[in-house]
């Protein structure tokens, strides 16, 4: 069967993957010429490597590295000292590390707190692990039950000490999904946490060994290339355009450069685009659908992502660093975490700027200001006194609509990828699975919306289904 499928990112080509599996032909549609949505990349002038967004890779992603498992390469993640580690603003230059034994869940993760050194006093750790209680015997039900209330909200409820909060949850809230603990859903760092606590290697940390255009995506488009379906770049879906039944009868694909508009017909078509985009494009017919009506609960996040080329070494740590500063968030040294962007001599910092609200509108130059401003703090003997190390190029990549705005109350506006239309289904981190707007919510959902069309296909004509429900109903 033939299935088009609107956008190229992480769901789109995890959805493609997994047709081209269940023995189907699979068309992928990606409006722009690079593929990978929020993970895609690009090279500058110098040949330097940028990026959508800061991306880490999780023990806790089954789906993701299942998926790189089936594509031969594993062995592209990079993985990390299993740990956390965290700047501290009231002792700049210095750190402070969640170090996470090799012993088994939940008391891995109870010890590094524990055992964590300067952030919390004895009481506060107590209360903090006696708080995450719930989560540890009442499993992932409570955690979803707790989308009512914000991250702040959960935590007074839970008695667990304010320094917790701004010393922890800001810097993981601003990391998972770019907005602050009063804003969040508890739902969503509970989620979190709860994959920590339940999972042996779940909080470890890997980078990815390259660009993830390239390393990442590329394999995947060609898996889906040679299983017999196609990726078409610079694709842009135009129009849903609609049977009298109300049913897809057709694609619309905008034509570019003065070419004319092309109409694409399937068996079954996707939308793997993001949720902003599909309610912009949405038929008329489908808006009275409550269904669809719910999606206009669900918005993009601004979100900045920074690359800052420095004339030296400005630190070497290998990992991820919680910068829990008011302007960043998470950053790392690409010079040291990842394989393709090494330099011995100097560092290229890559940062998201988080909550992104009242800088999306402004220039380049007045955020790079900023953020240096803020990265004096995290690197005083580089940055703010004598003779201190030079920036010598940036690139600022900024995304108005992101992820899902991931506030309390928005777990019952996220759709399921089989919808009321019987040959049309969605993909995205946006729609339901367990994993968040992650690159593991992204590969899961196209995981099940294509699980969802072979089992579709295979009750009305063949028993296709089976090759692809076998592999991934186990690490669902
Ligand atoms: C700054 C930043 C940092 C992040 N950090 C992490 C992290 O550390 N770990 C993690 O797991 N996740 C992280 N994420 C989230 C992760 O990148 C996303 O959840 C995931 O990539 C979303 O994939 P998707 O396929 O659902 O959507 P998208 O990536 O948005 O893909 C949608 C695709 O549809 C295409 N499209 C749009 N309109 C059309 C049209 N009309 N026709 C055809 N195609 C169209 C788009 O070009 C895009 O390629 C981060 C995201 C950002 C922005």
């Known amino acids: ?30 409006s722009r010429d690079v593929l990978g949505g929020l993970v895609a990349a690009w090279k500058d002038e110098d040949g330097d490597w940028y990026e959508t967004g800061l991306h880490a890779f999780f023990g806790a992603y089954p789906n993701m590295l299942q998926l790189l498992d089936e594509l031969g390469i594993s062995d592209r993640l990079q993985w990390k000292e299993h740990a956390l580690i965290f700047n501290q603003p009231e002792k700049p230059g210095t750190y402070s590390y969640f ?9 891995h993760v109870l010890t590094s ?3 964590s050194n300067d952030m919390l006093t004895w009481y506060q750790k107590f209360r903090f692990a006696l708080g995450l209680w719930p989560a540890v015997v009442r499993g992932q039900q409570y955690v979803e039950d707790m989308d009512k209330y914000s991250l702040l909200e959960w935590l007074r409820r839970q008695g667990v000490d304010e320094r917790v909060n701004t010393d922890i949850f800001v810097a993981a809230s601003k990391a998972l999904t770019f907005i602050n603990p009063e804003d ?17 290697y779940g909080s470890k940390i890997a980078f990815l060994d390259g660009s993830p255009t390239e390393r990442l995506c590329q394999p995947i488009a060609d898996y889906v290339t ?9 694709a842009p879906l135009k129009e849903i355009v609609l049977n009298p039944d109300g049913t897809v009868q057709h694609f619309l694909l905008r034509g570019l450069n003065g070419q004319p508009d092309e109409i694409l017909t399937a068996d079954i078509y996707v939308s793997a685009m993001p949720v902003d985009v599909l309610k ?3 038929p008329t017919q489908w808006k009275e659908i409550p269904f669809f009506q719910k999606l206009e609960g669900l918005e993009g996040v601004p979100v900045i992502n920074l690359h800052l080329w420095f004339d030296r070494k400005l630190t070497n740590i290998d990992h991820l660093l919680f ?31 988080a909550p992104a609200k009242d800088w999306i509108d402004k220039s380049d130059e007045e955020i790079i200001n900023a953020t ?4 004096k703090k995290l690197f005083p003997q580089h940055l703010a006194g004598e003779n201190p190390a030079k920036l010598r190029k940036y690139k600022v990549v900024k995304t108005p609509r992101s992820v899902y705005t991931s506030s309390p109350g928005r777990q019952a506006h996220r759709p399921d990828q089989k919808t009321p239309i019987s040959n049309f289904y969605l993909a995205g981190s946006y729609t339901m699975q367990r994993y968040l707007g992650s690159m593991e919510g992204a590969v899961l959902s196209g995981k099940l919306a294509a699980q969802a069309i072979a089992n579709s296909l295979s009750s009305a004509h063949t028993s296709a289904s089976a090759t692809l429900s076998e592999k991934p109903l186990a690490a669902v």
């Open 1 to 30: 069967m033939r299935v088009a499928i609107a956008g190229g990112g992480l769901a789109g080509l995890a959805c493609g993957k997994y047709l081209v599996d269940a023995g189907h032909t699979p068309i992928v549609l990606e």
């Open 99 to 107: 170090k996470v034994p090799d012993i088994p869940a939940p008391f």
């Open 113 to 115: 707190i524990a055992t």
């Open 184 to 200: 969040v859903s508890a739902t969503i760092p509970l989620t979190a946490m709860n994959r920590f606590l339940q999972e042996r």
């Open 226 to 234: 040679n299983g017999g379906g196609e990726i078409r770049m610079n």
């Open 280 to 282: 912009v494009l949405m």
């Open 323 to 353: 910068s829990r500063s008011d302007l960043l968030s998470v950053y790392a040294d690409m010079s040291i975490t990842c394989k393709e962007y090494a330099d011995p001599d100097r560092s290229m910092l890559e940062l998201v700027l």
């Open 372 to 375: 240096m401003e803020e990265l």
